[in-house]
C-alpha cells in the first residue's frame, strides 16, 4: 500500500517541490527580511565550486559530505562578500557581483578540467529537472523512494527545527540587531546559521530542482507573504502555503501545456506575487488605490466641514450654507457639490434643512480638530 504511494510519480514529483518551497521559504523569509535574499542568488551559484572540490577530494557525487562542503563554500562566499564590502571600495552588491561569478566560473574551469566524464555539469545544478526524481531511489524500511524526496524532507526538518528554537533570537536580530547585541545574543553567529542552513538546503535542492527554481522558492512566496502580513509567524506560514500551491498547480500547468515543470513551478510563484502585490489588502496595488480614493473623498468633506464653521454664527451663515455657496466659493461643480454632501450626510458630519447645510456634533468637533495646529500656530 505505502509503496504505491511513492511509486506515484506525480505525487513524489509534487511532494519534492513542495518540500523545495517549503525548506527554501522558512530560510527566505529572514533572507528577504533581512534585505539579503540576492544572497541567495550568490550561493546557488558558488556551489558549483564546492561541489567539484568535493568530489576532487572525495570522488562522491551526493550524500551528506557534499551538503556540508556546497555548505560551507556558501559561507566563505558570504564572507568573501562582507570583506570586500567592509574594504568601502565597493558597495554590497557590487561585492556579491564580484564574489560569486568568480567562484562560479572557477568551479565550471575546474568541472571541465578534471570532472569531464563525471555526471556533474553546470546545467544540472542551474536548472535541474524535477521530473526525472524517481529515477534515482534509496530503499528504507523495506520502501523504495526518490533521493530528492528523503534529502528534502531532512533539509526541511532541519530548518524547521533551527527556525522554531530560535525563533524569538531570530526575530529579534533581523528587526534590531543593535539590541540583540546589548542583550547578549549574538546577531552573526546567527546569520551565518541561516546562511549555512540556505547553502545546504541549496545543494540538496539542485539536483532536483535546480539553483533557478530554488532562488525563486527563496525569494518570490517570502515576498508575497511579506505583501500580506506584518506578522513574522503568518508570513512564514503563507510563504510555505504559496510555495506549497506553487508546487501543485505548477505542476498540472506545465503536465497540460507539455512545458518545464521546474519552470511553470517559478513562473507560478510569480503570478502568486503579481496577485499579494495587486489585491493585497494592506500593501496591495488596488487597496493603495482605494485609500487614496477614500482619502480624498475625506478631505472634501473636512473641506465642507471646516467651511461652515467658519461661517456659523455669523451674518452670512445663511448664504454660506446653501449649496450654490460650494460651487462658487470652494470651486466645486454642481455634481461634485451633491456628491460631497452626499458623503457627508452619510457620514453624520452635517445635516440638511430647508436646502441649508448644518454640522451636526461631529461635524463640528472635526472642524475644531482640523483648526485647532493653526490657531496655535498663530497665537
Given at each position: 500500500m505505502m509503496q504505491a504511494v511513492f511509486d506515484n510519480?506525480?505525487?513524489?514529483?509534487?511532494?519534492?517541490?513542495?518540500?523545495?518551497?517549503?525548506?527554501?521559504?522558512?530560510?527566505?523569509?529572514?533572507?528577504?527580511?533581512?534585505?539579503?535574499?540576492?544572497?541567495?542568488d550568490a550561493i546557488s551559484h558558488s556551489?558549483?565550486?564546492?561541489?567539484?572540490?568535493?568530489?576532487?577530494?572525495?570522488?562522491?557525487?551526493?550524500?551528506?559530505?557534499?551538503?556540508?562542503?556546497?555548505?560551507?563554500?556558501?559561507?566563505?562566499?558570504?564572507?568573501?562578500t562582507e570583506l570586500l564590502a567592509s574594504s568601502r571600495r565597493v558597495k554590497d552588491d557590487a561585492a556579491i557581483g564580484l564574489v560569486f561569478p568568480a567562484l562560479f566560473s572557477i568551479g565550471v574551469l575546474l568541472l571541465n578540467l578534471y570532472a569531464r566524464d563525471v555526471h556533474i555539469d553546470a546545467h544540472t545544478v542551474l536548472l535541474g529537472e524535477i521530473g526525472f526524481i524517481w529515477l534515482k531511489t534509496f530503499i528504507i524500511f523495506g520502501y523504495e523512494l526518490p533521493q530528492a524526496l528523503v534529502w528534502m524532507i531532512v533539509v526541511t526538518l532541519i530548518n524547521a527545527t533551527f527556525v522554531i528554537m530560535f525563533f524569538k533570537?531570530?526575530?529579534?536580530?533581523?528587526?534590531?540587531?543593535?539590541?540583540?547585541?546589548?542583550?547578549?545574543?549574538?546577531?552573526?553567529?546567527?546569520?551565518?546559521?541561516?546562511?549555512?542552513?540556505?547553502?545546504?538546503t541549496a545543494v540538496a535542492a539542485f539536483e532536483s530542482v535546480g539553483a533557478v527554481l530554488f532562488i525563486a522558492f527563496v525569494i518570490v512566496p517570502p515576498s508575497a507573504a511579506y505583501l500580506l502580513t506584518d506578522r513574522l509567524g503568518l508570513m512564514i506560514f503563507i510563504a510555505i502555503a504559496i510555495?506549497?500551491?506553487?508546487?501543485?498547480?505548477?505542476?498540472?500547468?506545465?503536465?497540460?501545456?507539455?512545458?518545464?515543470?521546474g519552470g511553470m513551478m517559478a513562473v507560478t510563484t510569480g503570478i502568486f506575487l503579481m496577485a499579494a502585490f495587486l489585491l493585497g489588502p494592506r500593501y496591495g496595488l488596488l487597496a493603495g488605490l482605494a485609500r487614496r480614493w477614500s482619502e480624498r473623498y475625506l478631505n472634501e468633506?473636512?473641506?465642507?466641514?471646516?467651511?461652515?464653521?467658519?461661517?456659523?454664527?455669523?451674518?452670512?451663515?445663511?448664504?454660506?450654507?446653501?449649496?450654490?455657496?460650494?460651487?462658487?466659493?470652494?470651486?466645486?461643480?454642481?455634481?461634485?457639490?451633491d456628491d460631497v454632501v452626499r458623503r457627508s450626510l452619510a457620514l453624520n458630519?452635517?445635516?440638511?434643512?430647508?436646502?441649508?447645510?448644518?454640522?451636526?456634533?461631529?461635524?463640528?468637533?472635526?472642524?475644531?480638530?482640523?483648526?485647532?495646529?493653526?490657531?496655535?500656530?498663530?497665537?
Open positions: 510519480i506525480p505525487l513524489m514529483i509534487i511532494a519534492t517541490g513542495a518540500l523545495v518551497g517549503s525548506a527554501a521559504s522558512l530560510v527566505g523569509v529572514f533572507l528577504v527580511l533581512r534585505k539579503n535574499s540576492m544572497l541567495s556551489i558549483v565550486f564546492g561541489i567539484v572540490i568535493v568530489w576532487l577530494l572525495t570522488h562522491q557525487q551526493s550524500g551528506p559530505v557534499q551538503l556540508m562542503g556546497a555548505a560551507l563554500t556558501g559561507l566563505i562566499t558570504v564572507f568573501l533570537e531570530l526575530k529579534l536580530t533581523t528587526f534590531d540587531p543593535g539590541l540583540a547585541r546589548a542583550l547578549g545574543f549574538a546577531p552573526t553567529v546567527l546569520f551565518y546559521a541561516l546562511l549555512m542552513l540556505t547553502s545546504t510555495a506549497m500551491a506553487s508546487s501543485v498547480i505548477g505542476y498540472y500547468v506545465a503536465v497540460w501545456f507539455d512545458v518545464s515543470i468633506s473636512r473641506a465642507l466641514a471646516v467651511h461652515l464653521y467658519h461661517h456659523e454664527g455669523k451674518p452670512e451663515c445663511q448664504e454660506e450654507s446653501a449649496r450654490t455657496a460650494l460651487q462658487s466659493h470652494l470651486n466645486w461643480s454642481r455634481q461634485k457639490a458630519l452635517v445635516r440638511q434643512e430647508n436646502n441649508l447645510l448644518e454640522l451636526t456634533d461631529d461635524g463640528r468637533n472635526l472642524a475644531r480638530e482640523l483648526l485647532e495646529p493653526w490657531r496655535l500656530k498663530d497665537d
